[in-house]
């Protein structure tokens, strides 16, 4: 069987983590030492086992707790080095990286301690692993717009360290239109952007998302599966849908890989790719996705892995001429 082989040398881009979820158990532990924060864990494995997720809130409350531990721009740098490293390792020759400023500034970190942290494992990922790798600032929906609004004014000197931003937190009952205003600057500013909809939110909110955001790719977007229009405009307008199957598996999205709504979307012509989410939470980095999907989905083989490699590089926000090279 040459399959699981192929799936992890093949180049790929990763386009939905987010760098906070990449925080392994071990490093939290290890940043806690180092920075004097006291845990409600006695140990790792303690830690872990707390990692039984029943939806997307009961896995965010965890996630939010995790990030405590970052204090110091060392402690940015080491948690985003791991990941580059570990993406390296899965053939991941582009990364564009999601961070919650709000996460870390609402508990008192000045946002340039967050972006100065990951901007230099940027750096490095780049010059000594050769990774294509940019940021992502996402707006945490749970809040306000005015909250995202102050961000995007704290962000603004440091614009270019940052690509595109995204929306992501609690889901339902945070509409997109939610966030119209704030959009609509990001835009002016030529940002790209990009929104997380259709996880557990209605297929109205990936609507939303693309009419009233005007995003770019749709995070999730699994349930458009239940709109047969939606999925129509999706695979005519040819929006990429940034999928990630362990982390849908883990919240329950999914009830089982098996059932995933992967080869319908495919099947229909819209536009999907593979990603990890966030791997420290939900077992596995890129490759450990691939593997897990394509075992779960017998239908699936080397054309289709091919396809959604590709995919990956074309959806990517790096320059048309650096997609030349790899495509
Ligand atoms: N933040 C981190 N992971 C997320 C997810 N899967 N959905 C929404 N917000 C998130
Ligand atoms: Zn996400």
């Known amino acids: 069987e040459h399959l699981p082989a192929l799936l992890c040398a093949l180049p790929k881009a990763e386009l939905h ?86 996460t870390h500034t609402e508990r008192g970190i000045p946002f340039e301690v967050v972006i100065q942290g990951l901007h230099r494992a940027c750096e490095r990922a780049r010059t000594e692993l050769g990774l294509s790798c940019d940021l992502i600032l996402c707006f945490l929906r749970h809040l306000s717009e005015d909250s995202a609004m102050a961000t995007l004014d704290e962000a603004l000197p440091w614009q270019h360290l940052f690509i595109g931003v995204g929306l992501d937190s609690s889901e339902q009952g945070h509409p997109p239109a939610k966030f119209a205003r704030v959009f609509a600057r990001c835009r002016a500013l030529g940002l790209h952007l990009v929104a997380h909809a259709g996880e557990e939110g209605p297929p109205a ?8 955001l005007k995003v770019e790719r749709i995070d999730h977007g699994v349930r458009s599966i239940e709109d047969p229009a939606l999925m129509q405009r999706l695979a005519t307008e040819g929006v990429t849908l940034t999928v990630c199957p362990l982390s849908n598996l883990k919240l329950g999205v999914v009830s089982t890989l098996a059932v995933h709504p992967l ?5 229909a012509g819209v536009k999907v790719t593979l990603h990890s989410d966030d791997p420290a939470y939900f077992g596995g980095y890129m490759n450990a996705n691939w593997l897990a999907t394509f075992e779960a989905l017998p239908t699936l083989g080397a054309a289709e892995a091919i396809t959604l490699a590709r995919d990956s590089l074309k959806a990517s926000w790096v320059s048309e001429a650096q997609k030349m090279r790899w495509l």
């Open 263 to 267: 080869p319908m979307l495919l099947a």
């Open 205 to 212: 909110y990936v609507r939303e998302a693309l009419d009233v």
């Open 17 to 102: 983590i987010h760098i906070e979820g990449s925080l392994e158990p071990e490093l939290i532990f290890e940043l806690a030492q180092r920075n004097g924060v006291a845990l409600p864990y006695a140990s790792v494995e303690a830690l872990r086992a707390a990692y039984a997720f029943t939806d997307l809130q009961s896995f965010l409350d965890i996630y939010y707790a995790g990030a405590s531990v970052l204090l110091h721009e060392a402690d940015f740098f080491d948690m985003a080095w791991a990941y580059f490293q570990r993406a390296h390792a899965d053939n991941v020759v582009r990364a564009e990286v999601f961070f919650d400023p709000q």
